[in-house]
Structure formats: C-alpha cells, structure tokens
C-alpha cells in the first residue's frame, strides 16, 4: 500500500505511524480537549484531514474518529508533510472545481431562459492533473438541450461574457494549489454524434505572479490581459459547441 491512497468519494487517505512513545488522540484540535484515546510508538493510523497548521485527523476505528498533533506521526514511503500538504490541496482544488460546475449546471438548467428556449450551456469536470509546474484542468464545454437530438453547433451563444467569467473563476479556485502555470483544457464532444469521443477545443494558460496576483484578484477580468489562449477569447464562446 502507498503512503496515501484514493478512497471512496474524494478523500484522501494516509497510512501514518506514530513516532511518540506515547500520542493521545484528542475529541478536538486542541490539547485541552477531551483524550479519547492513546496511541503507542509503530502503531499504524489512517489520515484522512490534514489541518493547515499542526493537526491531523484520524480514524480510531470504523466509526470514531480524533486528532492528533502532526509532530507525532511519520509517514511510510518517507512521505513528507509538505506531500502531504499539497496532497490535501490538490484534492481540495478538484472538489472545489466540481462544486462549482455543478452549480453552474443547475442554475443554468433552471433558469426561465432555458424553460423559454430549450437550450443553455453547461461544462462537464473531467481530471486535475499536476505536473512539471503546469496545474491543468480538464472541462468538457457542452450545452443542455429540452429536445433530444437537437443541433446546437453554430448557434450564437448569449452567455458569453457569463461563460468567460465563470472561466475566471475556476482559474482562481485552481490557485488554491501552488504551480507555477496553470491551464484549462477545454474539450467539445466530436460533432459526429458519438459521446465518447471529445477533442481540445480551446486552451487557457496563467503563469503566476505573486505582484501580478495582488492585482487580478481585486479587479474582475483583469486576468484576461495576462492569459494566453489559442482562439481569441471573444470567438471561444461566441457560438454553443
């Protein structure tokens, strides 16, 4: 077994070992709480919580679970609490981009113009994936129709501005995970009817500055002048895919 593993659902789980001759196991982050238990050197824990700070939360068996001061605990494999750290926020990213396309969804499928004219557009989250500096974001741009095999390819688009500013957002709930560049792939399903098949449609690339940050995150669209793309931001949207 890793040092971590996926689990079901979206948490992250860690195998730790206690390191401390003896480590209580508290009700509440905090060494005034109430022990629940204590724990002895080599004993095996599972994590599943990482706070910020220097605590963890653990199980103690299916149903219990507690806190124990990260300073306790070593992780097999050599895994090293900065790991552990980005680990925690990666998976918090991809549940954070998630939760916010599926509200986007909703808000749009049930909304009065999609009641009027049959037709909005939606996104669809695909992966999160790390690497060589780059965070990249994998969406599906799609549309939901009221009638079934309805052509939405060419049709104008009216929501535009909201689609790009919603493009906006996700960007910065990606920069909760440090990286260097950050990229959302964005992906069409092939127009030959066949669901399974996507293609890259549209490419968006930031790369970070922290002076640069300071101003983009006080001024909606400001962003923008710093993000490369492949197609001119104002074709990207212009039409339902």
Known sequence: MNAFSQTDGDAVEFVGIVKKQVANIYENPDEKAKILR???????LIVFEVDEEEW???????TKTGYIKRDDVDFKNTLKKEAIKNSYKYNKVSLELKSVIERFNINFSESMYFQQEGIVPQFEYMDLLFKDGFLKAEIVYTTKTKFENERTAGKENP??????????LLFFKMMIYEAEFYRINLYKYNNNGKLEEKVLYATFEYKYDDEQFKVIKNKKGMIWNFVK???PLEEVFKYYP
Do not use: P
């Not at 963890?56 to 299916?62: G, P, T």
């Not at 929501?159 to 906006?168: G, N, Q, Y």
């Open 38 to 44: 204590r724990f002895y050197r080599g004993t095996k």
């Open 159 to 168: 929501f535009a501005e909201e689609l790009k500013d919603f493009i906006e």
């Open 56 to 62: 963890l939360k653990v199980k103690i068996n299916n």
């Open 229 to 231: 793309s492949n197609i």
